[in-house]
């Protein structure tokens, strides 16, 4: 008889982007309900399960008990068994796995997880892990499957692949990253299959390693790019093309970002400025005083309008790659997205700016605003929703194994965000120049004062909460360079200023900031391994 294999639902692990390994961690909602579809999948092939093999972690035995529970007869027999048990990650265990890839590297990220000589430090090496579940195949699996019996092994993500090359009977050296899913129920013949697959799809898998690493970096680099094309062709965009392509790309991300999110926790989004109200309130005033109060000086009122900026959409998939608290930047984000342009509107209607700046033309491009995140915020979040709703085990899939397609949506995002410069400010842009380094050195002053200012607030109000305090410096100081460059370029011309060579410096200093605040973030991560690995004292790659 046909043995089958399902990897437990998501893991509050899986869904915050930790190593779990050997760590208990309980299952989320997503994960409940793709083990309830996944019983149903089960109950749909109509088969008389003889025997139940699971993990002795809380996680797998809970999807065990949703299967079970979905049958119309209940197993003859339930094994529970360490050799299922998933690999001992060691130091990385319970460590955000962005920061892990990015701190130890590609090459080393590769050979402490995927090579068949690998060992995390102090965990447990590849062949330790293979050694114990090849055995648990040929000894018990296998003569149970060939006595007739029904057999249903619920346990991990590596458990599961180390099954799935005892099946095909590869040598170990011929492992790869199978990306098994959460939760959907593998025949060996699924398994062999994965094993068997073409090394198209192990590249495919390298991509998507190697983006989430180097994201910031590629970001920076296509930002500089798209400086570059500018120079050299001259290229056009014209504005409705500037917007549509914008809009589909932050589409893109929003929608892997609000498909690790569940309904409950969106609807908690109304409370989730609280913690940075104080902050938040600092910032308005000083924004609202430099707009109204800058006396017809530009670089002030540009400023204040930085000041009064939401975060950037891309702030949740920073908070992932960058072991934030993720749901308190997604809450964040949206939240803040909403509520303060709408609160800039209101002040604009209340007490228009002065009259040598053209309030009506800000109004207008906070409602242009506001129709791009109707269009690139709700409709993929509702999507999203819907997937999660209907089909809870793909919708992990995709969250899990594909999101790094959300982040790389952000390379030419940032290369679209230099196209504001005109062919002809091209051509001019030596003559410019000086214009351009003073925008770029304020916009970097701005920048650290904010980091400052943030960093102060953290250790007097906030000093001891890890994952809020990253969040709270992502939200805060990745601010939506987009509105900001709407809005500039109705205040630039009317001061007789360039807007697109203003825009042009914004621009590559906040996409330099993000790979600067990336180092800042692995570098602490970084000498905490190095500190972890000391105590392992176990032969290890070190942390670049």
Not at 302 to 321: N, Q, R
């Amino acid at each position: 008889m046909p043995l089958y294999f399902i990897r437990h639902g998501e893991s509050q692990a899986n869904e915050q982007n930790r190593f779990a390994g050997q760590l208990d961690t309980p299952l989320t909602d997503l994960g409940i309900r793709q083990a309830e579809q996944a019983a149903q999948r089960v109950a749909a092939l109509g088969l008389t399960i003889d025997e139940v093999h699971v993990s002795t972690l809380g996680r797998a035995r809970r999807t065990a008990e949703i299967v079970i529970a979905g049958q119309q007869r209940r197993p003859g027999r339930l094994v529970v068994s360490e050799s299922l048990i998933e690999r001992d990650f060691g130091i990385y265990s319970g460590r955000n796995k962005s920061l892990v890839k990015k701190s130890i590297g590609f090459a080393g990220y590769s050979e402490a997880f995927h090579s068949h000589t690998g060992r995390p430090p102090g965990g447990e090496s590849w062949r330790e892990m293979y050694d114990r579940v090849a055995a648990y195949h040929r000894e018990v699996l296998l003569p149970a499957s060939e006595a007739g019996r029904t057999v249903v092994v619920v346990a991990h993500k590596y458990i599961v692949e180390m099954f799935a090359i005892a099946a095909a009977g590869l040598p170990p050296e011929r492992y790869r990253d199978l990306k098994i899913p959460n939760a959907r129920p593998l025949t060996e013949d699924d398994l062999r299959r994965a094993a068997h697959a073409p090394a198209a799809a192990g590249l495919l898998n390298d991509l998507g390693e190697i983006v989430e690493i180097r994201l910031p970096l590629l970001v920076a680099l296509a930002a500089a790019a798209g400086v570059a094309v500018q120079l050299l062709a001259g290229i056009h965009v014209p504005p409705w093309a500037f917007a549509a392509s914008m809009t589909l790309l932050l589409g893109v991300g929003t929608f892997f970002t609000l498909l690790r999110v569940d309904p409950h926790t969106l609807r908690t989004t109304p409370g989730s400025i609280r913690p940075a109200l104080p902050l938040l309130l600092a910032r308005s005033a000083l924004g609202l005083a430099l707009l109204w109060g800058g006396s017809g000086s530009l670089p002030l009122e540009l400023a204040g309008l930085f000041l009064l900026l939401p975060p950037a959409l891309i702030a949740p998939t920073l908070s992932l790659l960058w072991g934030g608290d993720y749901f308190f930047a997604v809450r964040h984000t949206i939240a803040a997205s909403v509520v303060m342009p709408v609160a800039l509107l209101g002040a604009l209607a209340i007490a228009p700016p002065p009259e040598a700046r053209p309030g009506g033309g800000l109004g207008a491009a906070l409602l242009t605003y506001g129709a791009v995140l109707l269009v690139a915020l709700l409709l993929p979040g509702i999507g999203a929703q819907v997937l999660r709703h209907r089909d809870p085990i793909r919708a992990g899939a995709l969250s899990t194994n594909w999101n790094w397609l959300g982040g790389l949506a952000l390379v030419p995002l940032a290369g679209l965000a230099t196209f504001s410069l005109t062919p002809a400010e091209a051509r001019d842009l030596p003559g410019l120049a000086w214009q351009l380094v003073l925008v770029m050195a304020a916009t970097g002053a701005l920048l650290a004062a904010l980091r400052l200012l943030t960093v102060a607030f953290l250790r007097l109000l906030h000093p001891k909460t890890a994952g809020l305090g990253r969040d709270l410096i992502i939200t805060q100081n990745t601010p939506n360079v987009f509105l900001w460059l709407a809005m500039a370029a109705v205040l630039a011309p009317a001061a007789g200023s360039h807007p697109s060579v203003i825009g042009l410096g914004v621009a590559l200093v906040f996409f330099l900031a993000v790979y600067g605040d990336e180092h800042v973030f692995r570098y602490g991560h970084s000498q905490d391994l190095r500190a972890a690995v000391r105590l392992a004292r176990s032969p290890v790659l070190m942390p670049q």
